[in-house]
């Protein structure tokens, strides 16, 4: 028997996908034989949990015919250990949470998406502080220690008053390569998530649709990146508002089982071919 021949179409999609990560990769320094070898593992790994026989664990011997690795290689890659695939490092995650409640949360905003300056010290500013606002999250952090971080990854500045100013309506890191290869992964790894569900299930789809034009000028480009940031930004702030009130009220009634969730928008754009303009329904 011949294997099944992959759909054209997806070849040419995953080649597609694939350029932006590999000149990415190029970029760092990862070359070819160490993505591969670590292909090869992610292939194994999703091999043996998704692609069972009767919940069974499938052998070493099915998990090379599904995948094409060698069955040494899948018996070494088996028996090493996992790699940890947390969403987002544990700082990461204090971090958004606390810029959720400074952005959501009376008396640390003026109203949900206007955040105050704050006091640096509970001493100066009480219950509306940067201190109070660090103890709403956790007990066992000082805020200074948030506060260093935030500094130097842009997230925060301080002014001439000792005040704590947020420099960014999300947590997402102006300076610092790791922190932003955190949420590269969260990001990008969440949006394939959907976009495969879509693809490959009869399941409810996930929403995600995008609005895309080959032929505008530069200065068309400026107005729409702008509207993004803007009128983008506040409707991701609403939906922060909504999940926070959510999940508030979820925490207060013990929900077993809780998800997760990402929701996320994103502008994109380079040179285009030479066409004539064509208006295009949102997809």
């Known amino acids: 028997m011949h294997p099944p021949t992959p759909p054209a179409s997806l070849l040419h999609a995953l080649r597609r996908v694939m350029r932006p990560l590999v000149r990415l990769m190029l970029r760092k320094a990862v070359t070819y034989t160490y993505f591969s070898d670590m ?45 940890s695939d947390a ?40 219950e509306c ?28 500045c301080l002014d001439e008053q000792d005040r704590v100013h947020l420099q960014t309506t999300a947590f997402v890191p102006q300076k610092g390569f790791d922190e932003k290869a955190a949420y590269f992964s969260h990001n990008v ?26 032929t505008l000028s530069p200065a068309s480009v400026e107005t729409l990146r702008d509207a993004v940031a803007a009128e983008g930004m506040q409707a991701l702030m609403d939906f922060n508002a909504l999940a926070a009130k959510l999940e508030a009220g979820d925490r207060a009634a013990a929900v077993e089982s809780p998800q997760r969730i990402t929701i996320g928008l994103y502008f994109y754009t380079e040179p285009g071919a030479d066409s004539a303009p064509v208006e295009r329904e949102p997809r």
Request: proline letters at 7%; charged letters at 25%; a neutral charge.
């Open 129 to 156: 502080s940067f201190d109070a606002l660090v103890a709403q999250a956790s007990k066992d952090i000082r805020a200074r220690v948030v506060l260093d971080e935030w500094l130097r990854l842009g997230i925060a």
């Open 189 to 214: 790894h969440d949006h394939a998530c959907a976009a495969v569900h879509n693809l490959t299930t009869d399941a409810r789809p996930f929403f995600e649709r995008s609005v895309h034009y080959d």
């Open 39 to 83: 292909l090869k593992g992610i292939f194994v790994e999703i091999a043996a949990a998704e692609f069972r026989l009767d919940d069974k664990a499938p052998s070493d011997s099915r998990i090379s015919l599904i995948t094409g690795v060698h069955r040494k290689d899948v018996r070494r890659l088996r028996e090493a250990a996992p790699e």
């Open 87 to 126: 969403h987002l490092p544990e700082a990461l995650s204090l971090g958004a949470h606390l810029v959720s409640i400074w952005m959501s949360r009376p008396p640390f905003c003026e109203h949900p998406g206007r955040p105050m300056p704050l006091p640096r010290l509970a001493s100066t500013g009480g």
